[in-house]
T-cell receptor, first 114, second 114 residues
Framework: DQQVKQNSPSLSVQEGRISILNCDYT??????FLWYKKYPAEGPTFLIS?????DKNEDGRFTVFLNKSAKHLSLHIVPSQPGDSAVYFC?????????????FGKGTKLSVIP | ETGVTQTPRHLVMGMTNKKSLKCEQH?????MYWYKQSAKKPLELMFV???????ENNSVPSRFSPECPNSSHLFLHLHTLQPEDSALYLC?????????????FGPGTRLLVL
């Protein structure tokens, strides 16, 4: 059973508009959430993160929102640019009893149309 | 023996030295990973192995050379490193490669290059 879910495999947005990528999780013990961006033939690169004790983190055009009660987080990109076209992965971490887990969602492919 | 183990836990080496990091997973997983975590930066994926075959190499300098002799063991051979390579090197494994899989991490090797 997937603990981190990205239910939209793809998303198309017009250049200059807002892109909203969504992620749901099931484990309330996750303590940190991350968004990674992946271009074809490259590994994922870190984009932005948020601690479970916060509800918003902003970095330039990227903002991540966390709703713990709904176990939901979202990534907003404003304004969207063609270079943002990539696959975006949501990930969550869990520390406990000397172990560390990092769980990725399956990704959402964003296409920004010029 | 539990989870994912890494040795050594700490390593100090000069720029002309050759050393190896070892990772072993006792989970029966098919995929193993090397990550680098520098100070105040998120995890950077370095290499991915699936059933002993390298499936991903994220533009890592050739002074880092991975080896996966079997599905339970993963090595990272180091030679002529630079001081900026000082970081925490984490090994992880998952049942199969893929972004939806939960990755289980070892405790890491803290590397200092002088």
């Amino acid at each position: 059973d997937q603990q981190v879910k990205q239910n939209s495999p793809s998303l198309s947005v017009q250049e200059g508009r807002i892109s909203i990528l969504n992620c749901d999780y099931t484990n309330s013990m996750f303590d940190y959430f991350l968004w990674y961006k992946k271009y074809p033939a490259e590994g994922p690169t870190f984009l932005i993160s948020i601690s479970s004790i916060k509800d918003k983190n902003e970095d330039g055009r990227f903002t991540v929102f966390l709703n713990k009660s709904a176990k939901h987080l979202s990534l907003h990109i404003v304004p969207s640019q063609p270079g943002d076209s990539a696959v975006y992965f949501c990930a969550a971490t869990l520390y406990g009893a000397g172990s560390y887990q990092l769980t990725f969602g399956k990704g959402t492919k964003l296409s920004v149309i010029p | 023996e539990t989870g994912v183990t890494q040795t050594p836990r700490h390593l100090v080496m000069g720029m002309t030295n050759k050393k190896s990091l070892k990772c072993e997973q006792h989970l029966g997983h098919n995929a193993m990973y090397w990550y680098k975590q520098s100070a105040k930066k998120p995890l950077e994926l370095m290499f991915v192995y699936s059933l002993e075959e390298r499936v991903e190499n994220n533009s890592v300098p050739s002074r880092f050379s991975p080896e996966c002799p079997n599905s339970s063991h993963l090595f990272l051979h180091l030679h002529t490193l630079q001081p900026e390579d000082s970081a925490l090197y984490l090994c992880a494994s998952s049942q199969d490669p893929g972004e939806g899989e939960t990755q289980y991490f070892g405790p890491g090797t803290r590397l200092l290059v002088l």
